[in-house]
């Protein structure tokens, strides 16, 4: 038996778990991209159950290795930040699926292209980020930080724009909340890009 090598294989195991959930997560705004272009909401609930059934069971699993093999050092950080970033996964799929039932209550709602364009944004940020914490690519999670400054941007924009009105539509008020789920998923992102940097050593 070889201990290196076994504690290798079980972090394996914990990182095929944590790619399913980023699947899901990245799947659900996907969804919500095309659900805002076409006007009509997607179903998310599986998505969102799966998620946080994965998010748990990271966890467990997570645990279980630090019990079993009491890493020390990188390794013990890594893991660390696997159940960090599966918690911002499933927070992702859930602001996803809020998302979604908020199409839902404005059937048909024209979503304007800016909005669609940040939810855009916000899935190349959280996939990004993933892709970074899997190959350990230091830049690319430093780029992440730049889209958020983008995706705040819109929601302050937003906000300004019916703080300046007397009357406000139900679409308008919809898409600020819109708005401001999706700033929330570019925030997770940045959560797991630090993350990152936090296991390569380095800061934003």
């Known amino acids: 038996m070889n201990p290196a090598q076994d504690s290798e294989e079980d972090i394996e195991h914990i990182e095929a778990n944590l790619i399913r959930l980023f699947k899901v997560a990245f799947e659900s705004l996907k969804a919500i991209e095309e659900g805002m272009t076409k006007g009509k909401a997607p179903d998310l609930s599986a998505n969102t159950a799966y998620a946080e059934h994965l998010k748990d069971t990271i966890y467990s699993e997570s645990l279980f290795f630090i019990a079993k093999w009491q890493p020390l050092g990188h390794e013990l950080l890594y893991i660390e930040s696997i159940i960090k970033v ?13 998302i979604a039932l908020s199409l839902a209550l404005v059937p048909g709602m024209k979503v304007s292209e800016r909005t669609i364009d940040v939810a855009r944004r916000a899935s190349a940020m959280v996939s990004s980020a993933f892709d970074a914490l899997m190959k350990k690519k230091r830049e690319e999670a430093r780029k992440v930080d730049e889209l958020d400054e983008f995706v705040d941007k819109a929601y302050r924009e937003a906000l300004k724009s019916l703080a300046s009105k007397s009357e406000v539509s139900r679409e308008e008020a919809f898409e600020c909340i819109i708005l401001r789920q999706l700033e929330r998923v570019a925030d997770h992102a940045t959560y797991i890009a630090r993350e990152v940097l936090r296991i390569l050593g380095g800061g934003l």
């Open 86 to 98: 599966s918690y911002d996964l499933f927070r992702i799929t859930r602001y996803a699926n809020e």
